[in-house]
């Protein structure tokens, strides 16, 4: 792989909780509430009894840029619909089968 950032298309943030999202789907899953322009694309392979989605890392979206390295293998956010400080988590995202990720 190139050390070069390349661009993707927008996505919107999800504004509601998709509690379906299980083992085997793949997802976004958004770094800043409310901020569509940063996340993680990944396979989810795990979820935890702390409610926690355990995602495994395709690679990085920073600012609508997809980064050429991967800043972490795997991330862990909270299962939506888990209560946050900012109301129900929602920042996961289930990709369709086909879509651009």
Not at 41 to 52: A, D, L, M, P, R
Not at 65 to 92: D, K, W, Y
């Amino acid at each position: 792989m190139t050390n070069v950032k390349t661009p993707v298309a927008p996505v919107e943030y999800p504004l509601f909780a998709d509690r379906t999202i299980a083992v085997g789907d793949r997802v976004r899953s958004f770094d800043f509430p409310g901020n569509p322009a940063c996340y993680f694309v990944g396979k989810v392979t795990g979820i935890t009894e702390q409610e926690q989605y355990n995602i495994e890392v395709e690679y990085q979206v920073w600012e609508n840029m997809r980064e050429p390295n991967n800043f972490c293998a795997s991330v862990h956010p909270p299962v939506n619909g888990t209560l946050g400080i900012f109301g129900p988590m929602c920042g996961v995202q289930r990709i369709a089968e086909g879509e651009a990720a």
